[in-house]
């Protein structure tokens, strides 16, 4: 029988089996390959090994019923994520994602994406409350979608 080492420092450990539910409501449809390979890469960023994901893609009306039950606020917006049962449960509108990627010349996909990216770093213990800690989460967003060769414009800009 082998003993278990220590990890070595540095090393960062290896990631669960991937975890994750989508559905799909939004206009125009996220690529599920992208959304999968986007998890993968937060969990790497920031050193975690995974947990169960689910996705909700949406309208604006959708989420502001969301918002609404939840925070008691009935407008729409970006990204809503849930720490729930061991896992992060994380609803995006895709209609804010369009209309934003729009106004700033990208693709609607890659604004998907960064709204899932920040949910699930709000999840994995990020905060954006603090001007030092906006700058880490920025920071963290940025190198993810570094890694999936996505562009966005620059979120605090």
């Known amino acids: 029988m082998t003993k278990p080492t220590a990890r070595k420092r540095g090393r960062r450990p290896a990631l669960l089996p991937l ?3 989508v559905l799909d409501r939004g206009r ?11 998890v993968r890469a937060t969990f790497a960023q920031v050193g975690h090994r995974g947990l169960p994901v689910s996705l909700l893609l949406t ?8 918002h609404a039950r939840h925070l008691d606020d009935p407008t729409p917006t970006d990204v809503m994520s849930f720490a729930i049962d061991d896992g992060a449960e994380i609803v995006v509108s895709v209609t804010t994602a369009a209309r934003v990627a729009r106004a700033r010349g990208h ?5 998907v994406v960064l709204y899932v990216v920040h949910g699930l770093l709000h999840v994995l ?15 963290a967003e940025r190198a993810v979608l570094q890694r999936l060769r996505l562009v966005v414009s620059p979120v605090d800009a």
Do not use: S
Not at 59 to 66: K, M, N, R, S, T
Not at 107 to 111: Q, R, Y
Not at 125 to 139: E, I, L, S, V, Y
């Open 19 to 21: 975890r994750l539910e």
């Open 28 to 38: 125009p449809r996220t690529p599920p390959a992208l959304l999968r390979a986007a």
């Open 59 to 66: 309208d604006d009306a959708g989420i502001a019923a969301l």
């Open 107 to 111: 693709d609607c996909a890659a604004e």
């Open 125 to 139: 213990g990020h905060d954006d409350t603090t001007k030092p800690a906006r700058a880490r989460m920025r920071a």
